[in-house]
């Protein structure tokens, strides 16, 4: 199965928006809504933030959001704090009924 | 609240059998949804393990099918992972996470390192 593709990194500079794309194939992202995003801050286990596309868990911040379009979901950090500063991996189900990843993205918040 | 842990030795030889529990408590493990291993070399990225669903079914990652086997006692509310012929690549960070249409929420992961 051949993996998402992300950026390996990204930067942005307080209070500035980034996005993250995540590119798959129609057997992945392109066929499911069943794409989601999770932040790992280092040392952690990572965090879900964003699912179905485009949910937020309850609470969560609304500075995440994420959207879809063809094979490329894409996740959105707006008002960028130093919080944010972490990696970022998503995930797929897919028509062979496993999960792809991405490879992950590194956040430096500048 | 849903809370995994997982548990495990941390230290295993080459050509050994890795066995891993993962605890689920505040869900039975009955309920409608899968139950996920995921692992992560160090500096690397995340790699899905395999999954199981509640009743019974499996799913494995391609790469390490030959190699892997998930299991279930719903007795105690625990899964379970199996990886044989394990080698320094295996080295890793592995977590357990609940599966609906993504993985959440997840336990903090337990450090396996491969060597003699």
């Known amino acids: 199965q051949s993996a998402l593709t992300q950026p390996a990194s990204v930067s942005g500079s307080p209070g500035q928006s980034i996005t993250i794309s995540c590119t798959g194939s129609n057997s992945d992202v392109g066929h499911y809504n069943f794409v989601s995003w999770y932040q790992q801050h280092p040392g952690k286990a990572p965090k879900l933030i964003i699912y179905e596309v485009t949910k937020r868990p309850s609470g969560d911040s609304n500075r995440f959001s994420g959207s879809k379009s063809g094979n490329t979901a894409s996740l959105t950090i707006s008002g960028l704090q130093a919080e944010d500063e972490a990696d970022y991996y998503c995930i797929s189900f897919t028509t062979s009924y496993t999960w792809v990843l991405g490879g992950g993205t590194r956040l430096t918040v500048l | 609240q849903v809370q995994l842990q997982e548990s495990g030795p941390g230290l295993v030889k080459p050509s050994q059998t890795l066995s891993l529990t993962c605890t689920v408590s505040?869900?039975?493990?009955?309920?409608?949804?899968?139950w996920t291993w995921i692992r992560q070399p160090p500096g690397k990225g995340l790699e899905w393990i395999g999954d199981?669903?509640?009743?019974?079914?499996?799913n494995y990652n391609p790469s390490l099918k030959s190699r892997v086997t998930i299991s279930v006692d719903t007795s105690k509310n625990q899964f379970f992972l199996n990886l044989n012929s394990l080698t320094a690549a295996d080295t890793a960070v592995y977590y357990c996470?609940?599966?609906?249409?993504?993985?959440?929420?997840w336990g903090q992961g337990t450090l396996v390192t491969v060597s003699s």
């Open positions: 996470a609940r599966t609906g249409n993504n993985w959440n929420p």
């Open positions: 505040g869900d039975s493990i009955s309920d409608d949804y899968s």
């Open positions: 199981i669903s509640f009743n019974g079914n499996t």
